[in-house]
């Protein structure tokens, strides 16, 4: 498979593209929950052999199945603002199209020291910040819509261009800027983070870097973990949905960390 200024790339052998697929069904799980789920699928796929353009690809285009799944199983509970939506959902959609384009201009390494700061920055949001069950944007209402489409926009921006941690960084902004409980909070970040995955998707597969092949499984994979962890964070709350989040951050913080010192 080849498209033309890219590399050849071999077909996958089956019992790879079966690993793939369990990479696939936790990083949906996990990324449900806590955003963070690339940390587990983009590694998977450059282990396999993909280049990193192919690998960038491909997981955007399996990785917006399981944040559907994820929004699904959400919206079933009765957990996402459907209004807000109508604002996130294209304001993300936007901003990650936008951030994709910056790619062809900036380097995303430039932003590897800001990510850092910021990550910090979001696990003592959601350390500190502890709303009352049922939180909502009720003290924000005047103003909570042009908060929420400004989250939308800016993250998905930041999706479309670089992207680690953006389901916990939509998190820490509706925790921190809107007051949302985090059960709330996870379950509107999926419909900003289907939308940015949807948009960086087209242009991935406009650019001819989606390997279906594996993608298509892999999706498959998505929909049933994106499904079981949203389903597990209705379940157990607001305990379980700090924690993992935490914990995603302090692995991305790990590698952005060492992305950063060896300068990747």
């Not at 983009?42 to 690998?55: D, E, Q």
């Not at 304001?91 to 800001?114: K, N, Q, T, Y």
């Not at 709303?131 to 998905?156: C, F, K, M, Q, T």
Request: aromatic share 6%; hydrophobic share 55%; glycine share 14%.
């Amino acid at each position: 498979m080849s498209t033309g200024k890219y590399p050849i790339v071999h077909p996958v052998p089956i019992p790879e593209i079966l690993l793939l697929t369990g990479a696939a069904f936790c990083a949906g799980a996990i990324d449900a929950i806590a955003g963070g789920g690339g940390l587990i699928t983009i590694p998977a796929l450059l282990a396999v052999g993909l280049p990193p353009h192919y690998a960038l690809g491909t997981n955007k285009g399996q990785a917006l199945f399981g944040s559907l799944a994820a929004w699904i199983r959400y919206a079933h509970s009765g957990l996402v603002d459907r209004r807000s939506a109508r604002i996130t959902f294209p304001m993300g959609f936007a901003g990650s199209l936008g951030g994709a384009a910056l790619v062809l201009v900036i380097r995303p390494d430039v932003l590897r020291p800001l990510v850092l700061l910021l990550l910090i920055a979001a696990a003592i949001v959601l350390t500190v910040l502890r709303p009352a069950p049922g939180a909502g944007v009720e003290g924000l209402r005047r103003h909570a819509g042009p908060i929420a489409a400004a989250i939308a926009l800016v993250i998905g921006a930041y999706d479309g261009f670089f992207g680690p941690g953006t389901g916990t960084f939509l998190i820490a902004a509706f925790v921190g800027l809107l007051g949302m409980s985090l059960t709330r909070a996870s379950a509107d970040a999926k419909v900003v983070n289907f939308a940015s995955n949807v948009a960086a998707a087209a242009v991935f597969a406009t650019g001819g870097v989606i390997i279906w092949a594996i993608a298509i499984p892999m999706a498959c994979a998505q929909l049933l973990g994106g499904f079981l962890g949203a389903h597990i964070a209705v379940r157990r709350g607001v305990g379980l949905i700090r924690a993992v989040v935490l914990l995603v951050v302090l692995a991305l913080v790990i590698k952005v960390g060492r992305d950063l010192y060896l300068g990747r």
